[in-house]
């Protein structure tokens, strides 16, 4: 409908019911195509994507309630009519619960099908216009948090440093009821830090730059380093870590650096997430087309009403205090998806938590 005309398929085994309507739609400006039965009218849906389908319930092969179906699997979206006969009124009822839009009973007339046709083209049209405004106001939204991220980044970085001189008794004695205030204003600042680093580098994945940046990589030194450099955080909480990691793992393609970052944040959370003297373990191990990292904590756990929001941004559950900008799973995921893999989860309360990265295997 974007481009010009809006298009109406018309899917019915009668030649003369499809000719008429044809002819009656065409008359009046619309893009008109038909088929004659529903699996042409589904590939003509998948092909053109029409933005109404007028659709008889009524045919030999592919029932129409399953051409519905079908239909709004492929775009939900799309606007559906059904033509039906007087007798079949609750199969229109049916169709309506499936998705249709509006029915058509027979016979009908030339105008009553304009009417019915207009009203649903209508409809198509407020329907993209309000996704498009809403896609247009997401992306404002991004770039708004993004420009003030990158304006706040500076002065947040400067008052850290003055805290540190402060605290540091460059600028003089701090008395200890004094002290102690500064040191959970710094946390503060430094959260607010975070989160800003944390957005940017959000941003900067979706720039989709990434690919430019890839190699051929070994996950297994890529993990092991990452591990040493989280070992002194896990020891402070007794944590311990099993590695299972074949060595070399199947070569992948992808970006060194973002990698590292996917590995730090699951193995941050694995820590963050754990109970004192827990243990993390993570297995390498590879199917016929990907290999595959799992990272699995003795931790709280995710309850099965949060799990499937984890990789929102924002999202955030049962931290109990732990500091956190509810944005490391989301850039995880952001990263895995740039190198055409993906991540999952799945969990225990109480028990624990299992992340799973798939990344696809490089061609030989
Ligand atoms: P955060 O900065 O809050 O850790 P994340 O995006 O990394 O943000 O994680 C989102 C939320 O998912 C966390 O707030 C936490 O509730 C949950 N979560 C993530 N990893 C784990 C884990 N290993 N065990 C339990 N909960 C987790």
């Not at 709280?300 to 944005?327: A, H, M, Q, W």
Request: proline content about 4%; overall charge negative.
């Amino acid at each position: 409908m974007t481009q010009g005309l809006p298009s109406v398929l018309i899917v019915d085994d009668e030649e003369v019911v499809r000719d008429s309507c044809s002819h009656a739609l065409a008359k009046v400006g619309y893009a008109v195509d038909v088929a004659e039965d529903g699996t042409v009218g589904l590939e003509k849906v998948e092909h053109l994507k029409p933005d109404l389908v007028l659709l008889d319930l009524k045919m030999p092969g592919m029932s129409g309630m399953d051409v519905l179906t079908k239909i709004s699997e492929i775009d939900p979206n799309i606007v559906t009519v059904v033509i039906t006969g007087y007798a079949t009124v609750s199969s229109a009822v049916e169709a309506m619960k499936r998705g249709a839009y509006d029915f058509l009973p027979k016979p009908f007339t030339p105008d009553e099908l304009r009417i019915i046709v207009k009203r649903g083209v209508e409809k198509r049209r407020l329907v993209l216009e309000t996704q498009a405004l809403q896609e247009e106001r997401d992306l404002m939204k991004r770039n708004f948090i993004t420009m003030v991220s990158h304006e706040l980044r500076t002065p947040f970085a400067a008052i850290l440093q003055y805290f540190e001189v402060i605290l540091g008794g460059a600028a003089g004695e701090v008395p200890p009821e004094q002290r102690q205030i500064l040191e959970r204003m710094k946390i503060r600042i430094q959260g607010l830090l975070t989160l800003t680093r944390d957005w940017l580098n959000l941003a900067q994945i979706e720039k989709g730059k990434l690919v430019e940046k890839f190699q051929d990589l070994d996950l297994a030194p890529i993990i092991s380093e990452t591990v040493d450099l989280m070992r002194e955080e896990a020891e402070a909480k007794k944590v311990t870590f099993d590695i299972n990691l074949p060595d070399p793992l199947t070569t992948i393609r992808g970006d060194m650096r973002t990698l590292n970052q996917v590995f730090i944040n699951l193995i941050a959370n694995a820590i963050k997430y754990n109970v004192e003297g827990g243990k993390i373990t993570i297995t390498g191990r590879e199917d016929d087309s990907n290999v595959l990292i799992d990272v699995s904590d003795t931790g709280i756990g995710i309850s099965e009403k949060d799990l499937p929001f984890i990789f929102d941004e924002f999202y955030r559950v049962r931290t109990n205090g732990r500091e956190g900008t509810g944005l490391g799973l989301s850039i995880a995921r952001k990263i895995v998806e740039a190198h055409s893999g993906s991540i999952s989860a799945s969990s225990e309360l109480n028990k624990g938590s299992t992340f799973v990265v798939s990344l696809p295997k490089a061609r030989e």
